[in-house]
């Protein structure tokens, strides 16, 4: 299986508060994304990111920031959490292959964010 | 407009019997994938099969094949011999290279229950 974890797997947080979330890889894939999943909605895209420094707003990007300083990292920040960012956050990873096809995805196993 | 719409919210199904799950997209980029995905109870979102928009046939892994019909704009999956532990929640996702580059944009998925 590719190498890819996400911290924490569970949170619970106050309304108002910080929170950051962890994305690591070890496979050395140059894309990385952010997705939240919300019963209705399947899987909406938040950030990405397409290299070291390099990255891109989703589709449900308000409220959020992102920072990837190396390339198995990719932090998800919610700078003052709400309770409607209440979901559950995945993370995944591609890249292409010596040919130039795109690799499809991996998952992370996804963290459980709960703001009360 | 949505890009990807799964107008199943929920299917049932018997054991050892097929079960179709529809798709249909919304495009105007000649190259583009399409991807299905499993997501069972425990919340790991598993990778089941890939077509690409210039594939001649259509793909199959197994027990599931994708019915593409690029005409209709429609990437149905198909399950053969259903088992218990197919019951889970089923996701169709697509790429669009050149409008998203390697952005994935997901349905709102659809939940099997394989009766037995």
């Known amino acids: 299986d590719a190498g890819i974890t996400q911290s924490p797997r569970h949170k619970v947080t106050e309304t108002g508060t910080p929170v950051t979330l962890r994305c690591h890889q070890t496979e050395n894939h140059r894309y990385m994304y952010w997705y939240r999943q919300d019963p209705g909605h399947g899987l909406r895209l938040i950030h990405y990111s397409y290299g070291v420094k390099d990255t891109d707003k989703g589709e449900v990007s308000d409220g959020y920031s992102v920072s990837r300083s190396k390339t198995e990292d990719f932090l998800l920040t919610l700078e003052s959490a709400t309770s409607s960012q209440t979901s559950v956050y995945f993370c995944a990873i591609s890249d292409r292959d010596t040919n130039g096809r795109k690799y499809g995805y991996t998952f992370g196993s996804g963290t459980r964010l709960t703001v009360v | 407009a949505q890009k990807i719409t799964q107008t199943q919210p929920g299917m049932f199904v018997q054991e050892k019997e097929a079960v179709t799950l529809d798709c249909t997209y919304d495009?105007?980029?000649?190259?583009?994938?399409l991807f299905w995905y499993k997501q069972p109870s425990s919340g790991e979102m598993i990778f089941l099969i890939y077509q690409g928009s210039y594939d001649q046939q259509n793909a199959t892994e197994g027990r599931y094949s994708l019915n593409f019909q690029k005409a209709r704009k429609s990437a149905n999956l198909v399950i053969s011999a259903s088992q218990l532990g197919d019951s889970a929640m089923y996701f169709c996702?697509?790429?669009?290279?050149?409008?998203?580059?390697?952005?994935?944009?997901f349905g709102e998925g659809t939940q099997l229950t394989v009766n037995p």
């Open positions: 495009t105007s980029d000649p190259s583009y994938g």
């Open positions: 996702a697509m790429r669009e290279e050149e409008t998203s580059g390697s952005r994935l944009t």
